[in-house]
C-alpha cells in the first residue's frame, strides 16, 4: 500500500468498520493529545482500551488501563499506536501476535514504521501510518469544520444541530455523500 496518502474512502470505511480500539500510549494527564483521542474517539460509540504499563490496573476515564496487548481479554478491531516510530515496531509485532489479528493498526501522527508496516500487511492487516482518527473523524464527518478548519467538504446547506449538549456527527456511511446530504 501506499502509505504517502490514503483514500477517504478506506479512512472512512475503517472508522466505520472498527469498533474495539485499543490505544498504546494511553494518559491519564487530559493536556495529552493520547488522552485527548482517548476521550473523542469514545464519546463518538468507539469502544476504547487504553494500553500503558505505568497506568497498569488504573482507571482513564472509567476505562481499565492494561499493562500490554496480550493482557487485553478481548478481540480488538484496531491499534491505534501513539508511541513513537521506533515504538512501533515492537508494539506493532505484539498485535500480530494477538489471536485473532485485529483488522487495523494505526500509527498517531509522525509516527512511520514501514518495516513493521510491511510485516502487518503480510499478514492481511490494513496499516495507517501517520495520521490521527481523531482529526479523520472531524474531517471526515464535518465536526472539524465547525473549529473554523477547511475539511474540503463545502455545502450550501447548513447542519442540524442538536437542540442541546455537545454537538457531535457521524460519518456518512454512503461514500460520496457528504455528511451535509449533498453529492460530492
Not at 490505544?23 to 500503558?52: D, Q
Not at 475539511?151 to 449538549?165: N, T
Request: proline fraction near 8%; include cysteine.
Amino acid at each position: 500500500m501506499n502509505h504517502e496518502s490514503y483514500p477517504d474512502d478506506l479512512i472512512r470505511s475503517i472508522l466505520n468498520g472498527v469498533k474495539t480500539i485499543a490505544l498504546v500510549g494511553a494518559s491519564n494527564n487530559p493536556a495529552r493529545p493520547s488522552y485527548i483521542v482517548l476521550k473523542y474517539l469514545s464519546e463518538r460509540g468507539f469502544t476504547l482500551v487504553p494500553v500503558n504499563p505505568g497506568l497498569a490496573r488504573q482507571e482513564i476515564l472509567g476505562m481499565k488501563v492494561y499493562a500490554s496487548l496480550k493482557d487485553i481479554p478481548f478481540p480488538l478491531d484496531m491499534v491505534e499506536i501513539f508511541r513513537n516510530s521506533t515504538a512501533a515496531g515492537p508494539i506493532t509485532d505484539e498485535a500480530l501476535a494477538l489471536d485473532p489479528l485485529p483488522r487495523v493498526i494505526w500509527m498517531q501522527l509522525s509516527v512511520r514504521n514501514d518495516e513493521a508496516a510491511a510485516r502487518a500487511e503480510a499478514k492481511g492487516v490494513t496499516v495507517i501510518m501517520n495520521r490521527c482518527p481523531k482529526i479523520e473523524y472531524g474531517r471526515l464527518s464535518g465536526e472539524i469544520g465547525w473549529q473554523g478548519i477547511n475539511s474540503r467538504i463545502l455545502s450550501s446547506k447548513k447542519p442540524v444541530m442538536a437542540e442541546k449538549g455537545v454537538q457531535k456527527r457521524s460519518l456518512s456511511l454512503t461514500p460520496g455523500v457528504n455528511p451535509f446530504g449533498a453529492r460530492r
